[in-house]
């Protein structure tokens, strides 16, 4: 424990999905980073009934540290918007941070969110270091060029997978994305509501095996869907109306 000793309570989750190859690594790597920060903390990993180990694995970490470790596990693949749904409505505690479960993102940048706690309500990340394929990262740069303008929003990289928001801000927030949009649609909403947003500059870091999901053309046509509904609700005449004020 640090000495630098913090009684403010964190729920860190992530998904796992085909990722029986990283689950125990961000584990243990969380248990480290959750003891370092408070006293007070949870990890909780979400099996989005993933056909590989990886929930099993989950549980015998679970096994291993009761009372700290949970493990939820969906009896159906929901998609990863569902999943971290998931992780938000079992988390306890007033602080949440979030991640992947394929080791992209290091869990040890939350030393660095978790040091603006007191200025922002959610913090999210930008990469200045993208390894990834070409293809990739052109992706990634049109999808975020597209959300800016479509959203009018100042964000560099606005669906990042390592970010920290308060519990009590996801209370107001109706979330209904079931595809990687989720992240995109958390910030949106939380910048309408007039909350603190900050972005912290992360690097990542190349998978150790297998291909990422969120790229296929299924992925990136449900994402391009909730995309477009959700920018129609919010640009409706009647979305999030000052109270007592109709059309």
């Given at each position: 424990m640090s000495d630098n000793n913090n009684t403010t309570g964190i729920s860190l989750f992530f998904p796992v999905y085909n990722d029986e190859r990283t689950v125990r690594k961000v584990c243990e790597k969380s248990l480290q980073v959750l003891a370092e920060l408070s006293d007070v903390y949870e990890l909780i990993i979400i099996n989005d009934c993933s056909p590989d180990g990886a929930g099993a694995i989950a549980d015998e970490?679970?096994?291993?540290?009761?009372g700290k470790v949970r493990v939820i596990h969906h009896e159906r693949t929901l998609g990863y918007g569902m999943a971290l749904r998931s992780g938000f409505d079992a988390a306890q505690y007033e602080w949440i941070c979030f991640t992947d479960g394929d080791d992209e993102y290091d869990v040890f940048d939350f030393k660095k969110l978790f040091k603006l706690k007191d200025f922002y309500d959610l913090i999210i990340t930008f990469r200045y270091v993208r390894l990834y394929s070409s293809s990739r990262v052109l992706i990634s740069s049109i999808y975020?060029?597209?959300?800016r303008f479509l959203f009018r929003s100042p964000y560099r990289d606005i669906s990042t997978g390592l970010r920290m928001v308060r519990k009590s801000l996801i209370r107001e927030l109706p979330l209904e994305s079931v595809s990687s949009f989720i992240g995109a649609e958390l910030t949106i909403k939380t910048m309408l509501k007039g909350y603190r947003v900050g972005e912290v500059g992360i690097q990542t870091f190349p998978r150790e095996f297998g291909t990422g999901s969120s790229t296929s053309i299924k992925n990136i046509i449900l994402t391009i869907r909730e995309m477009l509904k959700i920018h129609r609700k919010i640009f409706s005449e009647n979305y999030d109306l000052?109270?007592?004020r109709g059309r």
């Open positions: 970490v679970a096994r291993e540290n009761p975020n060029m597209c959300l000052p109270e007592g």
